[in-house]
């Protein structure tokens, strides 16, 4: 995805941030559902991604489709993205499809929210993705059954949570997705850019901090303290020394990078550490 289309998701990405503390699988699951039902009738994606038509019409489309038969969030949500312009007709669909996920990955996330260090839930999560992987593609009878086109796919659910059993609810419900609407990839194709979208959140709260000396445990406490603060919520220090860098400290947390060219807040951590 990419150009018009690589935009509009990454604004119907923002906006989402705001639901997911209070996230829940139903949301994910009802996302799906509407993704299930768009890619079923070329029509409807087409009309849905139509240049021609306003995003007023296309929100007010989706509204008729889908009020009432879900929940208001997941209509918003929905009407949201086909207001906004794409550039092929797949490309919503691929765009609900990684709303819905990270709707799974926010509710791992908030299941650890309150732990040292916040990110175990994702942790697990990526686990459960991997270990469903690895079963797959040491099988190749598990292989074939998961890509038979005659069997259903609650039938194709049951055997992929026998491959792993432990698995968490959210695991299954991203499995369970991959196993019955692939969406024309391979199962464990999905699985696994299922497992890359994890993977780049839990990024989020992982802060790597360069420094040009190590640091005592009581400036190490008060970095921690500071970052904390500064996003909201605990986050893990990866600590490195880097004799390249001219004085002070560099700190990475997701996309964002705190540096001297970001004067406010890097004098606030030299304060935190004087």
């Given amino acids: 995805m990419a150009g018009v289309s690589s935009e509009s998701l990454a604004a119907a990405l923002a906006a989402l941030e705001a639901k997911l503390p209070g996230a829940s699988l139903q949301l994910a699951q009802e996302l799906f559902g509407i993704l299930g039902t768009v890619d079923s009738s070329a029509g409807l994606r087409r009309a849905l991604t139509d240049p ?7 929100s007010a489309l989706v509204k008729q489709l889908f009020g009432g038969k879900v929940s208001a969030d ?3 949500i929905a009407s949201g993205l086909a207001s906004s312009r794409w550039a092929s007709a797949r490309d919503i669909g691929d765009a609900l499809e990684t709303l819905a996920a990270t709707v799974v990955i926010a509710v791992a996330e908030n299941k650890s929210a309150v732990s040292a260090s916040g990110i175990s839930g994702l942790e697990a999560l990526e ?5 469903f992987s690895q079963a797959v593609d040491s099988n190749h009878e598990v292989q074939r059954a998961l890509s038979e086109p005659q069997a259903s796919p609650a039938a194709k659910i049951v055997l992929a949570e026998k491959l792993v059993p432990g698995a968490s609810a959210e695991a299954k419900v991203l499995i369970g997705q991959a196993v019955s609407q692939p969406r024309g990839l391979k199962v464990t194709r999905l699985v696994r850019r299922f497992a890359e979208l994890a993977a780049k959140r839990q990024q989020r709260w992982i802060a790597t901090v360069g420094v040009t000396r190590p640091l005592t445990e009581t ?15 605990e986050l893990k220090i990866n600590m490195s020394v880097d004799p390249e860098l001219i004085g002070g400290i560099r700190v990475q947390v997701g996309d964002e990078v705190v540096d001297a060219s970001v004067a406010a807040r890097l004098g606030q951590l030299h304060r935190q550490l004087a």
Wanted: proline share 0%.
């Fill in 52 to 58: 021609s038509r306003s995003g007023d019409e296309k």
């Fill in 74 to 76: 997941a209509v918003e």
């Fill in 127 to 131: 686990n459960d993705l991997f270990t």
């Fill in 219 to 233: 400036q190490i406490g008060r970095l921690q303290t500071a970052l904390n603060t500064l996003y909201g919520r």
